[in-house]
């Protein structure tokens, strides 16, 4: 139990245009989702916390409004990546965890490359 | 949450047993003791957590000192499949919660031949 499934698994997009990525959390309901980067050779840097029905929690130094969450079921949330620029090119993963003693379950991934 | 330190890489031979330590010597008392492994290219997986009791499943075991400042976790019989970094993590609250993860550097942990 406790998948979560990220779609798509890599993208290429051109510079200037704008991708989505979906995360779902396929057997359990998820008021919480977190979205992560990581840049080649780093560790997985927290984005933004994702609540459903309410608005995300960024961390610090992260654009809102080129980074924009949407969480509006429960088993749900979206990453849009707004005028996309070459320097967003990274890995983006996604988490979510059951209401029960467990684990953070972790989506495989989008690898984003912007051109 | 209370920061870790890990060793950057580590080797182990096929066959033989991985321990990866931990050092985590600000843990406060309700933080447990989190370990996940990332191998290239795919999304973190959970390995086990656990508080301050030694804990065991069918991936690892993870041992926690008395004290609670350190703990290694433990691959019985590494594979080559077990290549991968190998993040420990300490936090607040049990699984389920809203407490988010932060990952530090991690150990590169290369299993060979």
């Known amino acids: 139990g406790a998948v979560v499934s990220q779609h798509p698994s890599w993208v290429i997009c051109k510079s200037g245009t704008s991708v989505k990525i979906e995360c779902r959390s396929l057997?359990?309901?998820?008021?919480?989702m977190f979205w992560y980067r990581q840049f080649p050779k780093q560790s997985l840097m927290l984005m933004a916390t994702?609540?459903?029905?309410?608005?995300?929690?960024?961390e610090q130094g992260v654009e809102k409004d080129k980074f924009l969450i949407n969480h509006a079921s429960l088993t749900l949330s979206t990453l849009t990546v707004t005028s996309a620029h070459p320097e967003d090119s990274s890995f983006y993963i996604c988490s979510a965890s059951p209401d029960r003693d467990y684990g953070y379950t972790f989506g495989s991934g989008t690898r984003l490359t912007v051109v | 949450d209370a920061k870790t330190t890990q060793p950057p890489s580590m080797d182990c031979a096929e066959g033989r047993a991985a321990n990866l330590p931990c050092n985590h010597s600000t843990i406060s008392g309700n933080e447990y003791v989190y370990w996940y492994r990332q191998i290239h290219s795919q999304g973190p997986q959970y390995i086990i957590h656990?508080?301050?009791n030694n804990e065991t499943n069918e991936m690892a075991s993870l041992i926690i000192t008395e004290d609670r400042k350190s703990s290694t976790l433990i691959l019985p019989h590494a594979t080559l499949r077990d290549t991968a970094v190998y993040y420990c993590?300490?936090?607040?609250?049990?699984?389920?919660?809203?407490?988010?993860?932060?990952f530090g550097k991690g150990t590169l942990l290369t299993v060979n031949p």
């Open positions: 994702s609540n459903e029905g309410s608005k995300a929690t960024y």
């Open positions: 057997d359990f309901q998820a008021t919480t």
């Open positions: 993590i300490v936090r607040v609250g049990r699984g389920g919660s809203n407490y988010k993860l932060t």
């Open positions: 656990g508080l301050k």
